[in-house]
């Protein structure tokens, strides 16, 4: 049997400590909440810019970083200004977000899920981001898309074309002004079959990944209803750089037009090899050999050379279009960095822009305030045209540009002529037709 | 205590009492100041460190007793993640149940695996199980998407079944939970200028961590762990003497596999969702470095070359010019811009070259890795001075 010795110093002893280990909680719960994750100090506030640094996508990414320091260099007030003065919305004026400085983070996502998600949490957790934005992949923004939702951070989605990340993966706390696939599949559609009649049978590349099965069933959805036919399909790994074994088969499948939905390094690569294997000058079924590239970019554009010449696809939007905020854009990113933006660097500054004139329309940081104030927010001036950022599922629409490789460039980055800007009223779809739900905003903490 | 005898205990003592307090331990610089940048006290990292940590265990398991080199660990580490997001998805919210099975699931695995490719050894063997893991992931990344997601990845969503929760209010997906309690739910206590966090999912992990390490000392200091000794310094004679060494073998690769398979569990106990590319041949070479850096065949070494290298990935990686421009302003601009130049290629995307100068600096002058280190550090500071003999006889041999 044991024997207990209650002594004075013991009872002190344990009193001492009982009564810290219950004080402790109290303490701890009393620092750091305003109502809102990560609730930023009076003096600055962190955005967080995850973009991939490595891998297919590398140069979009580079390219959305410099388009990002160029906008927090306008909303801190430095540079030209860009286009905050173009901006239908005019509540921005040089002096950061509600008066705090802006400051950023930033982190490599590599192109995986995994990866931006662990470098999306860490911006989150150590270094305070109110914001998170960027991204060059669906696969990605749909990963980071849910991690924000979950930590009750806004996530304004970067470079990211599927049709999930506002459709079946979309979130209340995710917000997206590039187009997607669906938009380019219907723009796309009837330029082609202007162009290449309508009894053409195409075979599909399609990176295998959300974006690449969305915008292949878009193309293959637009161009069946105008007469097209699917002769096969084939999905390439994300990852591949070599894609002769797969360019190979084409010729003799008896198709006619190759598809190549494909972006960044894997577009550069694949419509490389096609070129080589002389699809451009082929002939068959009696007709021209032709190559279609869904989503475009000057970018790609610039990797894959002249290769490009007189090939059709769409874009969000192009430097070269005459509007004052285009123009703005171009004139201030072109002084700072010495040649013109990707679409990609658009949309990422775009969206810095929007995220940060609707904190200062809610006049909070809060994610929920935040997201009350960009659904159904209509503003014009960002170089798209009259644009709209839908309620139901945070999918902005604007017109978009049909563009084909230029044959005879006047210079290295007047790469891609517009063909035709489609009308926002011809690429609007219901929002309930790829299923998901938005759920309720999540304010964290 | 424990079964252990005092050296062991103390060494169990020393991992249980840095899992307690690494929130303190891993956050010395003060909030704001420049070297907060430094700081990997924040719960992904902290959860990352541990959980690597019970991977790397595992694999030293295998091939720090035995010397067969696997090349492909990271398949069981992929296939417990998407074990435990599946469990997430149909079962529950609750972590326990996706930790256990993702735990078995990555055991049968190896079972699988092992038992072919453990007819072979030496580099055959590794190139078998480099074989089988890049199967495994080119299958998850393609062929299997229905099961895996491919290269979007699998993840927990709002219409999943979950037949042992009730239905989810607030349309948000719940979060992975124990009992209620969220795995990102953080304590955060600030002291002065310092800020600490205490994170549920990050004790979680470390509580399975120091299991996972109790239970590896065990091993080690098993007859079973004797035997696997034995095969690592002469298969042959085991041979000659009678025994079949193939089934300690094999239990010792799936043992190895489980520990994957736990460390995959956690991992989307922690955040929940899988990619194949955790499958991928890098990351079966992760694992492979973390365990040199450390230290093949020593307890602790794994678990410190995990923490160097996640420690590299997270905060090497997210330096950039424009911090190295803030950290250097004080210099005259011409000696800025020239500073700022030669470090541009060790940070940002180029923490790979930082770390594989490290890797090198370390195969080459500590063989024994991180802990022969600490031992000569020791040794420097310790008052006996050994005598010639004696150092030789304590130092640690290099994996053959």
């Given at each position: 049997?044991?024997?207990?010795n209650?002594?004075?110093?013991?009872v002190?002893?344990?009193?001492?400590?009982?009564?810290?280990?219950?004080?402790?909680?109290?303490?701890l719960?009393?620092?750091?909440h305003?109502?809102?994750?990560?609730?930023?100090?009076?003096?600055?506030?962190?955005?967080?810019?995850?973009?991939?640094?490595?891998?297919?996508?590398?140069?979009?990414?580079?390219?959305?970083?410099?388009?990002?320091?160029?906008?927090v260099?306008?909303l801190?007030?430095?540079?030209?200004?860009?286009?905050?003065?173009?901006?239908?919305?005019?509540?921005l004026?040089?002096?950061?977000?509600?008066?705090?400085?802006?400051?950023?983070?930033?982190?490599?996502?590599?192109?995986?899920?995994?990866?931006?998600?662990?470098?999306?949490?860490?911006?989150?957790?150590?270094?305070?981001?109110?914001?998170?934005?960027?991204?060059?992949?669906?696969?990605?923004?749909?990963?980071?898309?849910?991690?924000?939702?979950?930590?009750?951070?806004i996530?304004?989605?970067?470079?990211?074309?599927?049709?999930d990340?506002?459709?079946?993966?979309?979130?209340?706390?995710?917000?997206?002004h590039?187009?997607?696939?669906?938009?380019?599949?219907?723009?796309?559609?009837?330029?082609?079959?202007?162009?290449?009649?309508?009894?053409?049978?195409?075979?599909?590349?399609?990176?295998?990944?959300?974006?690449?099965?969305?915008?292949?069933?878009?193309?293959?959805t637009s161009?069946?209803?105008?007469?097209?036919?699917?002769?096969?399909?084939?999905?390439?790994?994300?990852?591949?750089?070599?894609?002769?074994?797969?360019?190979?088969?084409?010729?003799?499948?008896?198709?006619?037009?190759?598809?190549?939905?494909?972006?960044?390094?894997?577009?550069?690569?694949?419509?490389?090899?096609?070129?080589?294997?002389?699809?451009?000058?082929?002939?068959?079924?009696?007709?021209?050999?032709?190559?279609?590239?869904?989503?475009?970019?000057?970018?790609?554009?610039?990797?894959?050379?002249?290769?490009?010449?007189?090939?059709?696809?769409?874009?969000?939007?192009?430097?070269?279009?005459?509007?004052?905020?285009?123009?703005?854009?171009?004139r201030?990113?072109g002084?700072?960095?010495?040649?013109?933006?990707?679409?990609?660097?658009?949309?990422c500054?775009?969206?810095?822009?929007?995220?940060?004139?609707?904190?200062t329309?809610?006049?909070?940081?809060?994610?929920?305030?935040?997201?009350?104030?960009?659904?159904?927010?209509?503003?014009?001036?960002?170089?798209?045209?009259?644009?709209?950022?839908?309620?139901?599922?945070?999918?902005?629409?604007?017109?978009?540009?049909?563009?084909?490789?230029?044959?005879?460039?006047?210079?290295?980055?007047?790469?891609?002529e517009?063909?035709?800007?489609?009308?926002?009223?011809?690429?609007?779809?219901?929002?309930?037709?790829?299923?998901?739900?938005?759920?309720?905003?999540?304010?964290?903490? | 205590?424990?079964?252990?005898?005092?050296?062991?205990?103390?060494?169990?003592?020393?991992?249980?009492?840095?899992?307690?307090?690494?929130?303190?331990?891993?956050?010395?610089f003060?909030?704001?100041?420049?070297?907060?940048?430094?700081?990997?006290?924040?719960?992904?990292?902290?959860?990352?460190?541990?959980?690597?940590?019970?991977?790397?265990?595992?694999?030293?398991?295998?091939?720090?007793?035995?010397?067969?080199?696997?090349?492909?660990?990271?398949?069981?580490l992929?296939?417990?993640?998407?074990?435990?997001?599946?469990?997430?998805?149909?079962?529950?919210?609750n972590?326990?149940?996706?930790?256990?099975?993702?735990?078995?699931?990555?055991?049968?695995?190896?079972?699988?695996?092992?038992?072919?490719?453990?007819?072979?050894?030496?580099?055959?063997?590794?190139?078998?199980?480099?074989a089988?893991?890049?199967?495994?992931?080119?299958?998850?990344?393609?062929?299997?998407?229905?099961?895996?997601?491919?290269?979007?990845?699998?993840?927990t969503?709002?219409?999943?079944?979950?037949?042992?929760?009730?239905?989810?209010?607030?349309?948000?997906i719940?979060?992975?939970?124990?009992?209620?309690?969220?795995?990102?739910?953080?304590?955060?206590?600030?002291?002065?200028?310092?800020?600490?966090?205490?994170?549920?999912?990050y004790?979680?992990?470390?509580?399975i961590?120091?299991?996972?390490?109790?239970?590896?000392?065990?091993?080690?200091?098993?007859?079973?762990?004797?035997m696997?000794?034995?095969?690592?310094?002469?298969?042959?004679?085991?041979?000659?003497?009678?025994?079949?060494?193939?089934?300690?073998?094999?239990?010792?690769?799936?043992?190895?596999?489980?520990?994957?398979?736990?460390?995959?569990?956690l991992?989307?106990?922690?955040?929940?969702?899988?990619?194949?590319?955790?499958m991928?041949?890098?990351?079966?070479?992760?694992?492979?470095?973390?365990?040199?850096?450390?230290?093949?065949?020593?307890?602790?070494?794994p678990v410190?070359?995990?923490?160097?290298?996640?420690?590299?990935?997270?905060?090497?990686?997210?330096?950039?010019?424009?911090?190295?421009?803030?950290?250097?302003?004080?210099?005259?601009?011409?000696?800025?811009?020239?500073?700022?130049?030669?470090?541009?290629?060790?940070?940002?995307?180029?923490?790979?070259?930082?770390?594989?100068?490290?890797?090198?600096?370390?195969?080459?002058?500590?063989?024994?890795?991180?802990?022969?280190g600490?031992?000569?550090?020791?040794?420097?500071?310790?008052?006996?001075?050994?005598s010639?003999?004696?150092?030789?006889?304590?130092?640690?041999?290099?994996?053959?």
């Open positions: 049997m044991s024997k207990t209650v002594t004075r110093r013991g002190l002893k344990t009193g001492a400590v009982a009564g810290a280990g219950l004080a402790l909680p109290t303490y719960a009393a620092g750091g305003s109502g809102f994750a990560n609730a930023p100090g009076d003096s600055s506030v962190t955005l967080g810019f995850n973009v991939p640094q490595t891998g297919p996508y590398a140069d979009e990414g580079a390219d959305e970083l410099r388009a990002y320091e160029l906008a260099e306008h801190n007030g430095g540079g030209d200004g860009g286009m905050l003065s173009t901006f239908s919305s005019q509540e004026s040089g002096n950061g977000i509600l008066g705090r400085k802006v400051e950023y983070v930033t982190g490599d996502t590599q192109t995986k899920p995994d990866a931006a998600r662990a470098s999306a949490r860490s911006m989150i957790e150590k270094d305070g981001a109110i914001m998170i934005t960027g991204g060059s992949s669906s696969g990605v923004a749909v990963a980071v898309q849910a991690l924000c939702q979950e930590a009750g951070i996530f304004m989605a970067g470079l990211t074309h599927s049709n990340t506002t459709g079946k993966d979309k979130k209340a706390n995710g917000f997206r590039f187009f997607n696939s669906y938009m380019s599949g219907a723009a796309l559609a009837p330029i082609l079959a202007a162009n290449y009649g309508t009894s053409r049978k195409a075979y599909h590349l399609t990176a295998d990944y959300n974006w690449g099965y969305t915008t292949e069933e878009a193309v293959r161009t069946e209803a105008m007469g097209w036919e699917t002769v096969a399909a084939v999905k390439t790994p994300l990852a591949q750089t070599d894609f002769s074994s797969y360019v190979a088969p084409v010729l003799n499948s008896g198709a006619d037009v190759l598809v190549l939905n494909h972006y960044g390094g894997n577009m550069v690569n694949s419509l490389t090899s096609a070129v080589q294997f002389g699809l451009r000058t082929a002939q068959a079924n009696g007709q021209d050999f032709q190559i279609v590239v869904p989503l475009y970019s000057r970018l790609m554009a610039k990797g894959a050379g002249a290769n490009v010449k007189g090939i059709f696809g769409s874009t969000n939007w192009h430097w070269s279009l005459p509007d004052a905020g285009s123009q703005a854009f171009t201030s990113f002084t700072k960095y010495g040649f013109p933006p990707s679409q990609a660097a658009h949309t500054y775009v969206q810095t822009l929007l995220y940060a004139d609707a904190v329309r809610a006049g909070s940081f809060n994610p929920c305030a935040v997201g009350e104030a960009l659904e159904g927010f209509q503003f014009d001036g960002l170089g798209n045209g009259p644009t709209l950022y839908r309620a139901e599922d945070h999918q902005c629409f604007k017109d978009v540009l049909v563009v084909k490789g230029k044959e005879n460039p006047d210079n290295e980055f007047d790469l891609l517009i063909v035709e800007v489609t009308p926002a009223a011809q690429v609007t779809y219901d929002a309930s037709i790829f299923g998901g739900e938005l759920g309720s905003c999540n304010p964290g903490a | 205590m424990f079964g252990l005898n005092t050296k062991d205990t103390r060494l169990l003592l020393i991992v249980a009492l840095l899992v307690v307090l690494a929130p303190f331990l891993l956050n010395p003060p909030e704001g100041s420049a070297l907060a940048q430094f700081n990997a006290g924040y719960p992904d990292l902290m959860q990352r460190f541990v959980i690597f940590g019970v991977f790397a265990i595992g694999f030293n398991i295998l091939f720090g007793l035995t010397g067969y080199l696997s090349f492909g660990h990271a398949a069981f992929g296939a417990g993640s998407y074990a435990g997001v599946w469990m997430l998805k149909l079962l529950t919210i972590v326990i149940p996706a930790i256990i099975i993702s735990t078995i699931v990555a055991g049968m695995f190896a079972l699988l695996i092992g038992f072919i490719s453990l007819r072979r050894s030496g580099i055959y063997f590794s190139i078998l199980t480099l089988f893991a890049q199967m495994a992931f080119a299958l998850a990344a393609s062929v299997l998407t229905p099961i895996t997601g491919g290269e979007t990845g699998l993840q969503s709002l219409n999943d079944p979950r037949i042992l929760d009730a239905a989810s209010e607030g349309g948000n719940p979060a992975p939970s124990i009992f209620g309690l969220q795995m990102r739910d953080s304590f955060e206590l600030s002291v002065g200028e310092w800020l600490f966090t205490f994170n549920t999912g004790y979680l992990s470390g509580i961590m120091v299991l996972a390490f109790y239970v590896a000392i065990r091993i080690f200091r098993s007859p079973f762990g004797l696997l000794k034995a095969i690592k310094s002469n298969q042959q004679r085991m041979h000659y003497t009678g025994v079949n060494t193939r089934p300690y073998m094999l239990a010792c690769f799936v043992i190895s596999g489980m520990y994957a398979g736990l460390a995959g569990g991992m989307v106990a922690m955040d929940p969702l899988a990619g194949a590319e955790r991928q041949w890098t990351a079966s070479g992760e694992v492979v470095l973390m365990t040199i850096l450390g230290g093949t065949g020593t307890l602790i070494g410190l070359g995990a923490g160097l290298i996640k420690y590299f990935e997270n905060i090497f990686s997210k330096i950039n010019d424009n911090l190295l421009h803030q950290w250097f302003a004080f210099l005259p601009d011409g000696m800025e811009e020239f500073m700022v130049t030669i470090i541009h290629p060790f940070i940002g995307k180029g923490w790979h070259l930082t770390l594989g100068l490290l890797f090198m600096g370390v195969v080459i002058f500590l063989p024994g890795g991180l802990v022969e600490g031992q000569r550090i020791a040794r420097l500071f310790s008052r006996k001075k050994p010639g003999k004696d150092g030789a006889t304590t130092r640690t041999e290099p994996a053959e």
